[in-house]
């Protein structure tokens, strides 16, 4: 057994620099998790977070700790308070909240065919990504949205709103916060647009029974973890879309030229 001597500091030994620890601030480590949490996706852009008081029981803290660590949050552009409305989750991709976007798809609906391109492109991906990643729970998820619109269809009601979780949710699946935070700004800015080819075109044929079979064919790739058939389900829905959105521009443009020659 070799015996270790302590050998004492010498002039050649250099020397050893030790800083203070200090305790991690209650409010820092509060905002840690809530960052965490919105990073993983598991809050999307406009979604509210607890109220404080719900917070101050679920980290067993005071409401003043929380309510700095909140302030931190806002701070860096995160969160979003306002009075009497709660803490809003903001997107990562655009701070401002004055939509310049749906603003140009308002005043010139031909733009909304320029979104819908750049939809084909990022959502064949989000789904693609999404048949590579997607759990277990991610899955239960889509499928349970695709049950809801079962249901409307059934009771002939509006699936705009369900269309659009499904699409966030496979956005959510490739576990990726920016594909989620930039698909959930493009639905905000054509909400109001896809809202009225709803309506006014899908709605009044058989549009809406064919829309959920593409939906159910996306779900089935992703569940299937076939990412090149989820690519291309995705895109041929997408294909589809655009067509239905250029007869909606089409429809409305005539109808406001009728309207200005009266």
Not at 65 to 79: D, F, T
Not at 139 to 150: F, N, P, W
Not at 153 to 169: I, N, S, T, W
């Amino acid at each position: 057994m070799v015996r270790q001597i302590y050998k004492p500091m010498t002039q050649d030994t250099p020397p050893m620099t030790f800083k203070p620890i200090k305790p991690k601030k209650i409010s820092s480590q509060i905002a840690q998790q809530i960052r965490e949490s919105i990073l993983r996706g598991e809050f999307s852009p406009g979604d509210k977070l607890p109220p404080e008081r719900k917070l101050t029981q679920m980290f067993g803290v005071s409401r003043p700790s929380v309510r700095e660590a909140l302030n931190m949050l806002a701070s860096s552009g995160l969160v979003m308070s306002y009075q009497g409305g709660g803490t809003v989750v903001q997107s990562l991709i655009d701070a401002d909240q004055d939509n310049a976007l749906s603003e140009l798809i308002r005043t010139q609906r031909e733009r909304a065919l320029e979104v819908i391109e750049v939809r084909k492109g990022i959502e064949a991906l989000t789904a693609y990504y999404a048949a590579e990643r997607a759990t277990p729970e991610d899955i239960d998820r889509m499928e349970e949205i695709l049950c809801r619109m079962d249901v409307q269809l059934k009771d002939k009601k509006p699936l705009e709103d369900l269309d659009a979780k499904l699409h966030l949710q496979i956005a959510r699946a490739t576990h990726n916060v920016i594909w989620l935070h930039l698909m959930q700004g493009i639905f905000d800015a054509m909400k109001d647009f896809q809202r009225g080819v709803w309506r006014n075109v899908y709605a009044l044929g058989d549009d809406t029974r064919l829309l959920f079979d593409h939906h159910r064919r996306i779900v089935a790739a992703i569940r299937d973890h076939n990412a090149n058939a989820a690519r291309t389900a995705m895109a041929e829905h997408l294909t589809f879309s655009e067509k239905r959105c250029a007869h909606y521009i089409t429809q409305e443009a005539t109808r406001d030229n009728g309207s200005n020659n009266r």
